[in-house]
């Protein structure tokens, strides 16, 4: 029992002086820079085991935002909820054009909403509180999807359950970034973009099994699996430690220390990481005056916000909807049957989740900006042949139309080898401490709002009985990737490898974009950082010194 209360004391807070903080906010932030990626995971192994707790909540986002696209592509849920179709002799069951909008807007309306909100309120809150509630209501969203016998009740379960996924995945991106160790930063957000394809894949694996059904288990399976991923996470949740960042924000520093201990960090260690945190808050006060929506659009936040947002928003402008949601939706047009689309649809998600797992070995040694100009660059091309065979195809060419489908598995590993990672990196990192969840949540929003757009705009620009484009609708995303290409190329900094606290300096100096890669900030310059006398290593010695 003495020896615990030992334990804790080691925790107690210790005012310290503006220059004490500062060296060792100062030695914290050195240590950042020497430990490589294999140190960071074997001294913080908590640390990185809650990021993994975190990225296993984006999964049961992702996956139930997979399922509602995929579901689609399931000829008894189009017999159940929509109607039959006459073309080419052939009887093909479809969904009315409102409804088809609905399915996929509704949950991407309430994604939106979810993300506005969660910025105010696990600022108010807290992080953890809030994933608790989500979680709660993710059980009500897959029931009402689970049971659902007409349109309207299903619509309602997709709406709830986008709403939670707005929240969860605004909340559980800020959380890796706030607790993720620097070297291993880049990786963790990298992972984000796994999170999908695994989500996407499994989804795929399901529906392949059970997509062919002459029942409504075709499709009420694989909402049927929800319910796995949502207990996992349930959990786990009640031992989940608070962001240490957002207790430092409301100058709760003791129970700063307290989780930072949670996170598996030593007292000494603790102690240097709140003085961290309270020395990079502090130099950016100024620039964020108070921690609301409109502070990400002042001053230096501006540019920052900005560039945050742009890859995950462009990512949409350059055809990632059309090729992941319609993909055996398509294939079944280009004359697949629906087994067959099936398995074209798993071996897209194999090929997505071999290419994030190479970029988890690029996103660092490459950088973030070349791995997005050089991904956006192949995407677009791969655009544009998917339109000329389209244009092939459309003259009894069926090999032409079967080409297409395999030029969109092949955009789908250029997506994820370089582009779909990277910009989750690039939206957890480059924003400011104070400011992070909210403007992930604008980037988020500003995402949703286009796929919403796309969600209403898409089924009367592809299905066949509207202006039934089908694969020709890739021109259009590939002028749109030309576009957006010369944008990153103007806009994108390079932010690998530097620390919360030196993107704050690049960004409050107003370094031009190219420059970012080799300049030299103020704490690097400065020389080798002290710790405070008496606040020496405690690691080193008996624990006799309650700090």
Not at 77 to 106: C, E, H, I, M, P
């Amino acid at each position: 029992m003495t020896a615990e209360k030992d334990d804790l004391g080691q925790f107690e807070d210790k005012r310290l002086t503006r220059v004490e903080e500062e060296q060792l906010g100062n030695l914290a932030h050195e240590e950042e820079h020497e430990e490589s990626k294999l140190e960071a995971l074997r001294r913080h192994p908590r640390a990185c085991a809650w990021c993994m707790y975190a990225l296993v909540v984006v999964v049961l986002t992702a996956f139930e935002s997979s399922a509602s696209g995929s579901i689609l592509g399931i000829p008894e849920f189009r017999k159940d909820f929509g109607y039959a179709v006459v073309s080419g002799g052939k009887t093909q069951y479809t969904l009315s054009a409102n409804w088809q909008s609905a399915f996929l807007g509704g949950p991407v309306a309430a994604s939106t909403i979810g993300t506005i909100l969660v910025g105010p309120l696990a600022d108010r809150f807290g992080r953890r509180p809030i994933v608790m509630i989500n979680l709660a209501l993710t059980f009500g969203a897959i029931s009402m999807e689970f049971v659902a016998e007409t349109p309207a009740l299903f619509f309602g379960g997709r709406f709830l359950s986008g709403l939670t996924i707005g929240f969860l995945t605004s909340i559980m991106m800020t959380y890796i970034s706030d607790i993720a160790p620097m070297p291993l930063r880049g990786l963790f957000t990298c992972l984000v973009a796994l999170t999908y394809t695994l989500a996407g894949f499994i989804a795929s694996i399901i529906l392949k099994f059970t997509g062919s059904y002459n029942n409504r288990w075709a499709y009420r399976a694989i909402f049927c699996s929800q319910y796995g991923f949502a207990v996992i996470c349930s959990l786990f949740v009640w031992f989940m430690p608070e962001s240490p960042w957002w207790l430092v924000s409301k100058g709760r520093r003791s129970q700063a220390l307290i989780n930072l201990s949670k996170l598996g960090y030593a007292p000494d260690v603790a102690h240097r990481r709140l003085a961290y945190m309270e020395s990079t808050l502090e130099k950016v006060r100024a620039e964020t005056e108070a921690s609301t929506y409109l502070e990400c659009l002042r001053k230096s936040n501006r540019r920052r916000t900005i560039i945050s947002l742009a890859p995950a928003s462009i990512q949409l402008l350059a055809g990632v909807s059309f090729s992941f949601s319609y993909f055996t939706y398509y294939a079944q047009l280009a004359g697949y049957s629906t087994p067959e689309a099936f398995r074209l649809y798993v071996g897209l998600r194999v090929l997505a989740v071999a290419g994030n797992v190479i970029s988890w070995f690029l996103i660092d040694r490459v950088g973030r900006r070349r791995l997005v100009l050089w991904g956006l660059f192949a995407m677009t091309v791969v655009l544009m042949l998917i339109g000329a065979l389209a244009v092939v195809g459309e003259h009894g060419n069926t090999t032409a139309l079967k080409g297409t489908v395999a030029l969109m598995m092949v955009y789908g590993f250029c997506y994820q080898v370089s582009y779909a990672p990277t910009l989750y990196t690039i939206l957890a990192e480059v924003p400011t401490s104070r400011l992070r969840l909210k403007t992930i949540s604008i980037g988020l929003t500003v995402e949703g709002a286009l796929s919403l757009t796309l969600a209403f705009v898409l089924p009367r620009l592809f299905n066949v009985d509207k202006a039934n484009l089908g694969g020709k609708i890739a021109f259009i995303f590939g002028g749109l990737g030309v576009i957006s290409l010369v944008y990153l190329w103007f806009a994108l900094p390079e932010t690998a490898g530097r620390t919360f606290q030196e993107l704050d300096e690049m960004f409050m100096k107003g370094i031009p974009t190219r420059k970012f890669a080799g300049y030299v900030c103020d704490s690097k310059s400065t020389g080798a950082a002290t710790e405070p006398k008496g606040l020496e290593d405690t690691t080193k010695e008996t624990k006799t010194v309650q700090i």
